[in-house]
């Protein structure tokens, strides 16, 4: 079963952008933001929704990537592989990694994950949030 | 309360597109349409994972630059939380001053 988990924006102001999504949609925070980044990352309870730092301009401002969590990646992995004939993909390189990214015929980015991105440890101020 | 519920990917071939995700992902489709546009050959896909919706729009005519175009949130709530946010600016909140305020640009379509 592969689900769509996550989604990516890009943005050169990941603070303002997230304020939005907290005020006017009620999202809140899933995971701390990584030391020194300024990606926030943000949730409505299913999905995850990232804000992507795009300080340095090195993307387009918008939507980047969407995430898909699957329950058994080398079955999935198989099937992208026959679904594109000789488009190789990445395969996880170690059995404790269980994410890679792969493309769609279109070129669209996404990031297959058996754990998905919402089993981080929540911030603790929003973690028995509903 | 607000919940991410759907994609919208833009692309010149929406069936092979839509076939991708059928086979290598297991989405199955719920409904599939004619492009807003005069193109009517051109058909949308509606796939589902059975929770979030994954829209594949045909982009023939190339309205807009083909990849991913915009999301979508089921919502409740979401004018009294936008007449909020927006208080001392705007007693109204249409869609494109959600645009404007999203300096990303994002699109995002709302249902109830």
């Not at chain 1, 050169?12 to 030391?35: C, I, M, N």
């Not at chain 1, 992208?80 to 792969?102: F, H, R, T």
């Amino acid at each position: 079963m592969t689900q769509i988990r996550h989604l990516a924006i890009s943005s050169d102001d990941t603070e303002k952008l997230a304020s939005f999504y907290k005020e006017v949609f009620g999202f809140w925070q899933s995971r701390p933001t990584p030391e020194g980044r300024r990606t926030i990352y943000l949730t409505d309870g299913t999905v995850e929704l990232a804000i992507l730092e795009n300080t340095n301009q090195q993307n387009s401002n918008g939507l980047h990537h969407f995430g898909l969590q699957t329950d058994d990646i080398d079955a999935t992995i198989n099937r992208v592989e026959k679904a594109q004939p000789g488009k190789a993909i990445g395969k996880p390189g170690s059995s404790s990694s269980k994410d890679l990214w792969l493309s769609d015929p279109s070129g669209n980015h996404i990031y297959l994950s058996v754990h998905g991105t919402l089993e981080y440890q929540p911030v603790e101020k929003y973690a028995n949030r509903k | 309360m607000n919940q991410l519920r759907h994609l919208a990917i833009r692309t010149e071939e929406p069936e092979k597109l839509a076939a991708f995700y059928i086979e290598a992902f297991g989405f199955r489709e719920v409904r599939e349409g004619v492009a807003p546009a005069k193109v009517q050959e051109s058909k949308s896909f509606h796939l589902t994972d059975g929770y979030f919706e994954l829209a594949i729009l045909a982009n023939s005519p190339n309205q807009s630059p083909n990849g991913l175009y915009h999301f979508g949130s089921r919502w409740t709530t979401w004018m009294r939380r936008c007449a909020g946010w927006k208080a001392g600016r705007s007693a109204s909140c249409d869609d494109r001053q959600i645009r404007r305020l999203l300096n990303c640009g994002c699109r995002i379509s709302m249902e109830t």
